[in-house]
């Protein structure tokens, strides 16, 4: 099935402590099932996003706010317009491959030494 970015949605995950500089910004074509899906995430993901966010108090201290919804041509498209945003919000963004990925999983997983 083709994806139609005709409205192409584009969001940030902030923390609501203002001190926090972690941003996260992506997009979707469908921003109530996106936000759903986050939201589930939470709960269990390994993902280094959603540690971050079980690591500072849950979804509850986290806010998904809505940038902008605009057409664009392609996925490849949609990136280059989350990168533009991120410089934009001069953000040190702390995308998944720049979370440090191994403290974030031992403070969710208990560690077990052998």
Known sequence: MKINFNNTHFYKIVSKDLTSKYIYIGYTTDF????????????????????????????????????????????????????ELLEENHASQQTVTELPITPLITDVLPVVKT
């Open 32 to 83: 109530k099932r996106r936000v759903n899906r986050h939201s589930t995430n939470c709960i269990s993901s390994t993902l280094p996003l959603y540690c971050h966010i079980r690591l500072y108090g849950g979804w509850s201290n986290f806010e998904i706010l809505l940038i902008k919804t605009i057409p664009v041509d392609n996925a490849l498209y949609a990136k280059k317009i989350c990168r």
